[in-house]
């Protein structure tokens, strides 16, 4: 156990340099400034944010709950290149979790997300209709909000399997469900949470949450073509694996299946 | 057991740290970490485009031949929001590339910095999200 930790301490004193490079973390928690407020008393979400990359987003929520296929998907990982290498759209949820700002301009019957990585628009109505019976599946699926006090709650199904979670590679089936639930915490942050809740990959759902820091007042959104000179594509010199380079160590085990909650018929 | 599993892994981190994995695409899928490059030419062509940069270089070697040279660098919005722009690479101009070459043998490098013949660095931020640059 002890030579243990202590492997695990001199692996991550081996990387100081990493570490100083890393831009300073966010705050974690709200800064105490007044949320402002839309005429009909809800919390503004519009503004332009300057969300970062998040290399894993499932960090905090691991050891991932994984079904066998979930496992071998992740596993699976290095025999396939990065949907976004190929400018292939983010997708939900990883749009949230990709570099660059977004914008969110909150209507009283929709909240429209604009981000500049990808170009990237969603509308998330907020009136009361229910998801799209007849639309194809797609990479950023069918999303529909709904105002639960103050947070944006953001439903979103009809996604395909052609999109991954995030650059460590996590993975996802076209049973995907993402919850999201946007609050504005402060003057200057958002918090987002999202839940992933897709029973062929993981056992149960599992969440993650971070704030998101508002952008300097200056900046606006640019262009973002991914296509527009993307030389690694055109050269031929993408490779298979997670953008991070992260190795499949073995440790990831598949979680025996639990039941999943039936509905209980009332007497 | 567990312990060498955990040196073994700290290791290949350590490999696929050296540099950190690049963001848009992966590092090593076409640069070798372990082939550092410094190169000193003259400018020719600045492609300021999504999703990276790139700069074309003229670099006279010591026997007078002149080989031509293309480097990646960081992504032009982020660099635009750090204040640079194109006109920090003026064409015919002396610049200094510190970087990492390419797998394939060609005269490709990822650049780490870029200097001006005064030493003025410019352009800071890489292609490389994690080293604190202007990734993706």
């Keep these: 156990m002890t030579s243990r930790i202590i492997a695990i301490v001199v692996c991550g004193l081996m990387f100081p340099a990493l570490s100083a490079a890393q831009p300073a973390p966010p705050p974690t928690t709200p800064d105490g400034t007044p949320v402002p407020r839309t005429a009909n008393g809800r919390p503004d979400l519009s503004g332009i944010w300057n969300k970062r990359l998040v290399v894993n987003t499932a960090a905090t929520a691991e050891p991932l709950p994984f079904t066998a296929a979930g496992l071998k998907a992740f596993n699976d990982v290095w025999n396939h290149i990065d949907p976004t290498s190929k400018c292939i759209l983010p997708g939900v949820p990883r749009v949230n979790t990709s570099p660059y700002p977004f914008q969110i301009v909150q209507l009283p019957d929709k909240v429209i997300f604009l981000y500049e990585y990808m170009h990237n628009f969603r509308v998330i109505y907020t009136d009361g209709r229910s998801h799209r019976k007849s639309w194809e599946p797609s990479l950023l699926g069918d999303s529909i909000g709904r105002w639960d006090g103050d947070a944006l709650v953001i439903e979103t199904v009809n996604l395909t399997d052609r999109t991954w979670l995030d650059d460590h590679g996590n993975r996802h089936s076209d049973a995907l469900k993402v919850t999201e639930r946007w609050r504005r915490v402060s003057a200057n942050q958002l918090s987002y949470e999202e839940t992933i809740d897709d029973p062929k990959f993981y056992t149960k759902p599992w969440t993650v949450s971070w704030l998101i820091p508002i952008a300097p007042q200056e900046w606006e959104l640019m262009e973002y073509a991914c296509t527009d000179n993307n030389k690694d594509m055109s050269d031929g010199h993408l490779q298979p694996g997670p953008l991070d380079g992260s190795l499949r160590d073995g440790t990831a085990i598949a979680q025996p299946p639990r039941p999943r909650r039936q509905p209980t018929q009332q007497p | ?136």
């Design chain 2, 1 to 136: 057991m567990r312990t060498r599993l955990i040196a073994l892994v700290c290791a290949a981190t350590a490999i696929a740290y050296a540099p950190p994995a690049a963001a848009h695409h992966s590092f090593a899928a076409q640069f070798d970490g372990d082939k550092p490059v410094v190169l000193k030419g003259v400018v020719t062509k600045v492609d300021w485009r999504n999703p990276h940069i790139w700069v074309y270089l003229d670099v006279h070697e010591a026997d007078g031949k002149v080989t031509k040279w293309e480097c990646e660098g960081g992504a032009p919005n982020a660099l635009t929001r750090q204040g640079w722009s194109r006109e920090n690479l003026k064409l015919g101009e002396e610049l200094t590339v510190d970087g990492w070459r390419a797998k394939d043998g060609t005269n490709t490098c990822n650049a780490r910095t870029w200097k001006l013949a005064n030493g003025q660095p410019v352009l800071a931020g890489s292609s490389n999200a994690n080293a604190g640059g202007a990734g993706r």
